[in-house]
């Protein structure tokens, strides 16, 4: 009975379902095969017909598509930037005094550095501030360099640097044969040279492209501040009444030894002949008055007929010091005359080994003199050829030594 009563509910349920949805009309065979017919869509507004609309959607697609194809061009761009360059060994480029950022990628593009001068040209200009260059040097590209190392290299300046070094003891006229010598540095040497003892020796560091003007000024600069500072820094003492007297006698310190231990010793011995109004008697002095700036020639001695040469710059002949350097010194025959030993030495010869023999009395000089002859004589060298020693009766006696060429 159960059973049958749920049934009986199901099949209610399905007849008034259908009498709900009207009644049943058979269909013949045909019709039942017809297609049914599809309803046709919703007409569009006029408004989404409107001509307005269609190109305001135009535009939207193309903006969409151009901002697709900026991205991706972007990152292309940034993509070549940063990615290693072409580049297969290391190469030096050089870029000009003046050159603008098209002249450069063009250069780089073509020396095979980079692979697209406009992408390189183009992205490097956002890095730049206004007003801000690559700048002039010589620069060292390392191989498959990016763009963007290559930017930052030329950015910050850190171009190839050349040295040139002047010596202590150089003249002027020296250094500046030097100068004209080097095959970096460009432009003219001044048509005028500068006072003797106004450039300093040292070594100057320089990018290709820099002229040989800029180094001479370089030098003059250093050496003014140089001398002004170790004049400041003086012995109240000293019988020197100007900074030139101070240069003047600084030069004969640096030419008559190289051996920084003895500069202020030998300073000693020619202030304390000056103090006594005694001639300095510096064979260096002999060089510069006979052969000036260009310096003695390395086979031609200093005869004794030379002492007596009258000349502007021979200390056998005049009182006091000559009238300029006659060279440039160096830091230590400055500060070696701005400080001197306190001796009372009047006299120096060569000692055989690269330095002198220092002597308060002429009996002790004379006897210092008689054992260098003998090392001259043992070594096979002309004493008579070679001023070594002034004459051992005159008071106002020599300092001696080997010489600087």
């Known amino acids: 009975m159960t059973d049958n009563s749920q049934n009986s509910g199901s099949s209610f349920g399905r007849d008034a379902e259908s009498a709900a949805k009207g009644p049943i009309i058979p269909k013949s065979p045909t019709e039942a095969l017809r297609p049914e017919r599809v309803p046709q869509p919703p007409r569009r507004s006029r408004k989404a017909r409107s001509q307005l609309v269609i190109f305001l959607n135009f535009l939207m697609t193309m903006a969409v598509a151009v901002c697709v194809a900026a991205v991706a061009g972007f990152f292309y761009v940034m993509s070549v930037y940063q990615n290693p360059g072409p580049l297969a060994t290391n190469t030096n480029f050089v870029v000009r005094n003046g050159a603008g950022l098209s002249e450069i990628a063009s250069g780089l593009e073509r020396n095979g550095i980079i692979a697209d001068a406009r992408i390189f040209r183009h992205v490097t200009s956002t890095y730049l501030e206004e007003g801000e260059t690559l700048k002039a040097g010589e620069y060292e590209i390392k191989a498959g360099a990016t763009m963007k190392e290559?930017?930052?290299?030329?950015?910050?300046?850190?171009?190839?640097?050349?040295?040139?070094?002047?010596?202590?003891?150089?003249?002027?006229?020296?250094?500046?044969?030097?100068?004209?010598?080097?095959?970096?540095?460009?432009g003219e040497l001044p048509a005028q040279l500068p006072v003797e003892g106004s450039l300093r020796p040292d070594t100057y560091k320089y990018s290709r492209g820099t002229k040989r003007a800029e180094i001479v000024s370089q030098m003059a600069a250093a050496q003014q501040k140089l001398v002004d500072q170790i004049w400041e820094k003086r012995d109240p003492d000293l019988p020197l009444k100007t900074k030139e007297e101070f240069v003047v006698l600084a030069s004969i310190v640096e030419r008559e030894t190289g051996k920084d231990d003895e500069r202020a010793h030998v300073a000693s011995v020619f202030i304390n002949r000056l103090t006594k109004g005694m001639r300095l008697q510096s064979d260096p002095t002999i060089v510069y008055g006979l052969f000036g700036g260009d310096g003695k020639p390395a086979d031609r001695?200093?005869?004794?007929?030379?002492?007596?040469?009258?000349?502007?710059?021979?200390?056998?002949?005049?009182?006091?010091?000559?009238?300029?350097?006659?060279?440039?010194?160096?830091?230590?025959?400055?500060?070696?005359?701005a400080q001197p030993w306190k001796t009372k030495d009047l006299y120096f010869v060569a000692d055989g080994t690269g330095g002198h023999v220092f002597a308060a009395t002429l009996d002790e000089h004379n006897a210092n003199v008689k054992r260098w002859r003998k090392i001259e004589a043992e070594r096979g060298e002309d004493p008579g050829a070679a001023v070594d020693a002034a004459p051992e009766a005159d008071p106002d006696a020599a300092t001696t030594k080997k010489k600087k060429n």
């Open 150 to 186: 290559i930017m930052d290299l030329l950015k910050s300046g850190k171009s190839i640097l050349y040295a040139i070094s002047f010596p202590e003891g150089l003249t002027v006229r020296q250094m500046f044969k030097k100068l004209a010598e080097d095959t970096v540095l460009e």
């Open 301 to 337: 001695p200093i005869y004794q007929s030379d002492l007596k040469k009258e000349t502007p710059y021979n200390t056998y002949v005049i009182k006091g010091l000559p009238p300029g350097p006659i060279a440039n010194p160096g830091r230590a025959a400055l500060e070696a005359v």
